[in-house]
């Protein structure tokens, strides 16, 4: 009976990951939950409900034919900071639509296109083939690491998918480490303060709230282009302190 109690008391003492699972990282202060939103998760990074993840399963409305006339795609790429050898992430990439128009963009570079969806994955890689694209790379990331080499990107890309991200904070600061002192990051995301944007709420972000929270994770707001249709296009630099301390 004694050893059966010692080895019960060993089972509960040295299980902390079942804690941390289930319950610690409720306990975090950089998240807080609440009763999710019809299309929310419950998870609340500085005020703000984080949005489901579109799942793969939604490719052919990301192929739409319709989407380069609704969102004026075509001049989001004209204006994109890259060169023919720059070193470019799209992060949460999906069906490829911007990483292959980015391609065409970088012939001497090299284009990461990070999903942590297995099925996209292997899509974007047929795809690679399919199309000849050298340098395009598919890269499997996880929720909080989209596994970028160091200190080597240009320039990052997100289209519409930093409101799904589950960790912000921890993606964000994986991506100061991944870009060059003088990288970009470009949001992309429908604009919350438009109410004629027929998107879900959740799904849409405001210029006032991506800036609290990239500005809170070391970056800073260069460039706020209003010229697409429906979206916001911002660009952002790592803050001065970060970046002369990498140079």
């Not at 060169?83 to 069906?95: L, P, T």
């Not at 980015?102 to 690679?128: F, N, R, T, W």
Request: net charge negative; proline share 4%.
């Amino acid at each position: 009976m004694k050893i059966l109690l010692s080895l019960l008391m060993v089972s509960f003492i040295s299980s902390p990951c079942l804690c941390q699972e289930n319950g610690m990282d409720k306990q975090a202060t950089t998240y807080t939950y609440k009763t999710p939103d019809r299309d929310g998760t419950g998870k609340v990074y500085m005020g703000r409900e984080i949005a489901h993840v579109m799942s793969f399963a939604g490719k052919n409305w990301l192929e739409r034919p319709s989407r380069s006339k609704e969102e004026n795609t075509e001049l989001a790429i004209r204006n994109l900071p890259v060169n023919s050898k720059s070193i470019v992430a799209d992060i949460g990439a999906g069906s490829g639509y911007y990483t292959f128009k980015i391609a065409q963009l970088v012939p001497e570079g090299l284009v990461y296109a990070v999903e942590i969806q297995d099925e996209a994955i292997v899509y974007l890689k047929e795809k690679s083939e399919e199309l000849g694209f050298k340098q395009v790379k598919p890269i499997r990331g996880t929720e909080k690491n989209p596994m970028l080499p160091e200190n080597a990107i240009d320039f990052a890309i997100m289209v519409d998918v930093y409101h799904e991200l589950l960790y912000p904070h921890e993606v964000l600061q994986e991506l100061r480490k991944s870009l060059k002192p003088d990288g970009k990051l470009l949001l992309i995301e429908y604009r919350g303060e438009d109410p004629k944007v027929n998107i879900k709420a959740l799904h849409k972000m405001t210029v006032k709230q991506i800036t609290k929270e990239l500005e809170a994770n070391g970056f800073r707001l260069e460039e706020n282009g209003q010229f697409m249709n429906i979206q916001h296009f911002l660009v952002f630099g790592l803050a001065e302190d970060d970046s002369a301390n990498r140079k």
